[in-house]
């Protein structure tokens, strides 16, 4: 079955770094990757999108890559700061839906 | 602009009563409707998507059920809840199938 996989451990890294969260997939080709943000007790905010086609997505200190070789999508926060804390979601689109994965929460200490 | 509604924003059921969660969009027609739940430091699970009025697709076998009455209104039902029914619910929007969705403010849902 398709499966979407995000490591499940924390991930803490200090302020003014670069967090690389990682998103894997299996079973499947997805023709887009989504990455979302969530907040404790709030629904998620979408933040980009990356096709296939596309192999690097860029939106302020945000990137996203895609490889579809490795099956695999790489998130990126350039200068961290403490306001990025939260958890990150991938997800993959399929006909009519998508398939998250279950996130990696990142604190960023200041 | 788009906006989209959920309520209750939290709720405290008994084992064995009903429940109806709603969900409304604002500012957009035809919408892609979704209804996810999510468990404790759980993931996003999918629960039922509908691309138009009734036409809604249920991914997880279930006491739940869903309708939708109107082109922006999403319900969510049980005749009866279970322990396991406890959860944070997300209503969700979107263009389209290939396009990102945008989530509701969530009902966190307590079944006692």
């Known amino acids: 079955s398709q499966k979407i996989e995000q490591n499940s451990e924390a991930l803490n890294i200090q302020e003014g770094k670069t967090a690389t969260l990682t998103c894997n997939y299996t079973?499947?080709?997805?023709?887009?990757l989504q990455w979302y943000r969530q907040d404790p007790g709030r629904g998620p905010v979408f933040l980009l999108l990356i096709r296939e086609n596309e192999k690097e997505k860029r939106k302020e200190r945000l990137k996203v890559t895609f490889d579809t070789t490795l099956k695999q999508s790489l998130f990126h926060i350039t200068a961290s700061q403490p306001a990025d804390s939260a958890t990150y979601l991938c997800a993959f689109g399929g006909y009519q839906k998508v398939t998250f994965g279950t996130g990696t929460k990142l604190q960023v200490i200041p | 602009s788009q906006t989209i509604h959920q309520w209750p924003a939290t709720l405290v059921q008994p084992v064995g009563s009903p429940l109806s969660l709603e969900c409304t969009v604002e500012g957009t027609s035809n919408p892609n409707l979704y209804w996810y739940r999510q468990a404790a430091g759980r993931g996003l699970q999918l629960l039922f998507y509908?691309?138009?009025?009734?036409?809604i697709s249920s991914e997880v076998p279930q006491n739940l059920s869903a309708s939708r009455p109107q082109d922006r209104q999403f319900i969510l039902s049980s005749k009866k809840l279970l322990l396991s029914d406890s959860g944070f619910y997300l209503c969700?929007?979107?263009?389209?199938?290939?396009?990102?969705?945008?989530f509701g403010p969530g009902t966190r849902l307590t079944v006692l």
């Open positions: 969700a929007w979107s263009v389209a199938a290939y396009n990102e969705q945008f």
């Open positions: 509908s691309i138009g009025i009734d036409q």
């Open positions: 079973n499947y080709s997805p023709a887009y």
